[in-house]
């Protein structure tokens, strides 16, 4: 996109164009194949790090912390499912998000989920793993469940409303 | 048939949902919130009862069962205010009846580990992990039909 300083999308499509990726997504199937893998991979994050969120907030009491954790790594997979099919989408169509208003908020939401997460873990996830089935976690727990559970629905509302702020949409706070 | 789609076709409501600037993008927001409580929950109880978290007891799953419900009407609700804007397309597409199918036998599945897995705790029965296998396989192809509908109608409208 003329005007761009930082990144050329042109680059991106030519190199995006190289290796296949282009031509797989403009086939008949490829962009609802990849669409799918990146809604199964939402359900399975949303599923469980909502899951994780929803006990830290007191939701399915009995339930032992430590050992919903290991749902956790299946967040993670949904997730890199989502970063990979996110990939492919991007690299195929970088005008269409780079300047997608949707697309920026949607990335600043997982930056807020993101920070967040590395928050718990730095800060209260020790107190949260050491407590038992029946406990209540602390506020400060379930202050970050609360932000990481609004910041993944706000994933899919931005996610959701990519479409309508496609071009002529373009909004380059950078340029 | 295309005289019931073109009647529902005209009436306030589907225009509504057609023609407002935020009618159809919402509904879709709160469509795609509600499965991802639905089929995320029913993941998460087919992941468990496949062996993933152990230590967390298995009959307490059974409270995460609200949320999938939860998300379950507000998926169906805004389904139907979706049907309404293009029941053509939709009706006509047997992808749309194959994501029906998907979402029924994931239920089905979801119920049978509810009723009979869940509170069984440790004394799980064998066919259990079967049934958690096959009820992740319906969600997923539940979502890939549902996406995959969107590229299958044949047609948009009857009027």
């Given at each position: 996109m003329a005007g761009d300083p930082l990144i050329s999308t042109d680059a991106i499509l030519r190199w995006s164009y190289d290796v296949g990726i282009f031509g797989f997504m403009n086939s008949r199937w490829g962009w609802p194949t990849v669409e799918s893998v990146h809604f199964i991979g939402l359900a399975l994050l949303v599923g469980c790090v909502g899951a994780f969120d929803l006990r830290m907030m007191g939701?399915?009491?009995?339930?032992?912390m430590k050992a919903l954790h290991r749902l956790v790594p299946f967040g993670v997979l949904g997730f890199a499912m989502n970063a990979g099919s996110g990939f492919l989408f991007f690299t195929a169509a970088p005008a269409q998000y780079l300047y997608n208003p949707a697309f920026q908020l949607k990335a600043l939401s997982m930056l807020i989920a993101g920070l967040n997460m590395m928050l718990f873990y730095a800060t209260t996830a020790k107190a949260v793993v050491a407590m038992t089935p029946e406990d209540d976690a602390p506020l400060a727990a379930k202050i970050i469940a609360g932000v990481s559970l609004a910041s993944w629905i706000g994933v899919i509302t931005f996610g959701r409303l990519l479409t309508f702020f496609r071009p002529p949409y373009h909004w380059c706070f950078w340029c | 048939m295309i005289a019931i789609f073109a009647w529902i076709e005209q009436t306030p409501l589907s225009i509504f949902m057609r023609e407002d600037l935020w009618a159809f993008p919402v509904t879709l927001i709160l469509h795609s919130v509600g499965m991802g409580m639905l089929a995320g929950g029913g993941m998460v109880i087919g992941l468990r009862v496949l062996g993933?978290?152990?230590?967390?007891?298995?009959?307490?799953?059974?409270?995460f069962i609200p949320v999938m419900q939860a998300g379950f009407w507000l998926a169906f609700v805004t389904g139907l205010l979706l049907l309404s804007a293009y029941p053509a397309k939709a009706l006509t597409n047997w992808v749309f009846a194959l994501k029906f199918v998907m979402l029924g036998a994931a239920g089905l599945l979801v119920r049978a580990m509810a009723k009979r897995v869940l509170p069984a705790g440790a004394a799980s029965p064998d066919w259990a992990r079967w049934v958690a296998g096959a009820s992740l396989v319906a969600w997923a192809g539940a979502i890939t039909a549902g996406r995959f509908l969107a590229y299958t109608n044949h047609m948009l409208l009857v009027t």
């Open positions: 939701v399915a009491r009995g339930l032992s | 993933v978290a152990k230590g967390a007891r298995l009959e307490l799953f059974a409270k």
